[in-house]
């Protein structure tokens, strides 16, 4: 035995180990007798509208032809089945040339597919039938993971952006209900949404740390306005239905409050305010800003 034959058997005993008896005894036994036979024709081509695989009991148990898709047109499809006769595995192309790789349990339940979709977007699904489902998605707009009931209704979505950005969106009823976002600078933003998917409610964190909050009507326009500044003053801004100001209050770092009330122009028509020494101060103004009237 040659040096080179000795490390192919060792080769060959590795490799057995991990596949098992049944392919390493193919592997070991060399090339069928049938297939050693001189003089055998070999077809260049063979043409079929399908191909059905039999076990020696004459069961079918892999087939490859072409199927129907929903469109009308003949796309290839390739199938294996169990020994009851239930298909397991199937891989098929579907309209474009898009490649799907299905995987069904002994009951005959679609369970875990592998696909690419129209844009070239690869996806994973597992399912597990009447409980939910669990989809992995990559795409130019990002990686995303969902969580959803079985019938699609209730889910969770977690989205990672091409920025950095992250995101986490909670559907009902499938309407978007909730979403969470982290921006690519790390600043936080909470969204609810009502039952017409327009944004009622946001609070998020500015990169500095300061906080807001913002509170908008059922026609999605802004009404309440909180907010905090770096430097510690803080402001609360009341709004019209056409989203425009009209009360403004706010608290400057050194205490001193102030309130300043606004006219449907988004003009500002009164002011109050206490200074940080305790002095109080209110004037009036016109709608071209010019003082009518003040105290003390």
Known sequence: MTSRQFRILILLTVVSGFLGGAVSNLLLRGVPAAAQTAGVKVQDEVRAKSFVLVDEAGKTRASLGATTGPDGGQYPILTLVDDEGHMRAALALSKGGN??????????????????????????GLITPGEGMVGLSVGDDGTGLTLSDAA????????????????LALVS?????????????GSPVL????????????????PDG????????????????????????????????????????????????????????????????VLADGSPGLGLVDADGKELWHAP
């Open 99 to 124: 490649p799907a790789l299905s995987f069904y349990d002994d009951a005959g339940d679609y369970r875990l597919g592998v696909k690419l979709t129209e844009d070239g977007r690869p996806t994973v």
């Open 152 to 167: 699609l209704k209730s889910a969770a979505r977690l989205v990672l952006l091409p920025d950095g950005g992250l995101g």
């Open 173 to 185: 009823e499938g309407k978007s209900r909730a979403s969470l976002c982290l921006d690519p600078d």
């Open 191 to 206: 969204v609810l949404f009502d039952a017409a998917v327009k944004p009622r409610a946001l609070l998020a964190l500015d």
């Open 210 to 273: 300061s906080p807001g909050l913002a509170l908008h009507d059922a026609e999605g326009k802004p009404r309440v306005g909180l907010g905090f500044a770096a430097d510690g003053s803080v402001a609360l801004k009341l709004c019209d239905v056409t989203g425009g100001r009209r009360a403004f209050l706010n608290v400057l770092a050194d205490g001193s409050p102030g309130l300043s009330l606004w006219d449907a122009a988004g003009k500002p028509r009164v002011f109050m305010n």
